[in-house]
């Protein structure tokens, strides 16, 4: 399992479905999985830029871990119909301090392999957000999710170092080829993708 930070903009959910996609991966979007359960306070939240109540954050995670672990999925390898377990990447979660403590109390942290911080200069992430114009999108939510994304990002790094998780950055102002392709090379380092094989995804 991965997680991918990054600010709003990032191309936190462009990765991840590029990566499940090509690999046959599990993924996890925070954000699509809080406005599923039709909460008013959390879309509220998430509208507004403001943080989710962890109970309920960590409660959904809880259960989306589960259902994925005990769901079966197979690949046919040699003309043999086989089970396995597929990776999970994980979108946006932790959001926050708070939730990476519960993975680590929860012990969700052991099933992590390593964290990849998108880094993309504000004034691209503007324009990203401008041309996808989300609900959740306007300044002043945009602002206050950025800033909270900065206050978090450094203290959840040194969090996860601490905890034996690798933490990479990646230039994510390029291409979302090349950004998927600087990633791979991560993902080959930790023996989760195959070495010097990243063909690229066809449209």
Not at 14 to 32: C, H, I, N, P
Not at 64 to 70: A, E, G, K, T
Not at 91 to 100: I, K, S, T, V
Not at 157 to 174: A, F, H, P, S, W
């Amino acid at each position: 399992m991965i997680t991918i930070f990054g600010a709003p903009g990032a191309g936190k959910t462009v990765q991840g479905q590029l990566l499940a996609r090509k690999y046959g991966w599990t993924w996890v979007s925070y954000r699509d999985l809080l406005m599923s359960l039709n909460d008013k306070d959390i879309r509220y939240a998430l509208e507004h830029g403001l943080f989710i109540d962890d109970d309920k954050a960590t409660a959904l995670m809880k259960s989306v871990f589960y259902n994925i672990r005990h769901s079966t999925k197979y690949r046919v390898l040699g003309g043999t119909k086989l089970k396995y377990q597929p990776q999970i990447v994980l979108d946006g979660f932790p959001a926050d301090y708070r939730q990476l403590k519960w993975m680590i109390d929860n012990k969700e942290i052991k099933n992590l392999d390593g964290a990849i911080v998108l880094r993309v200069p504000r004034g691209e992430l503007w324009k990203r957000l401008v041309e996808r114009k989300r609900v959740d999108d306007t300044r002043a939510a945009i602002e206050r999710r950025q800033d909270a994304n900065d206050r978090n990002i450094t203290g959840m790094i040194k969090t996860l170092k601490m905890n034996g998780i690798d933490v990479r950055e990646v230039d994510g102002g390029n291409s979302e080829f090349d950004v998927l392709e600087r990633i791979e090379g991560i993902l080959a380092d930790w023996d989760m993708v195959p070495k010097k094989q990243y063909e690229k995804i066809k449209k």
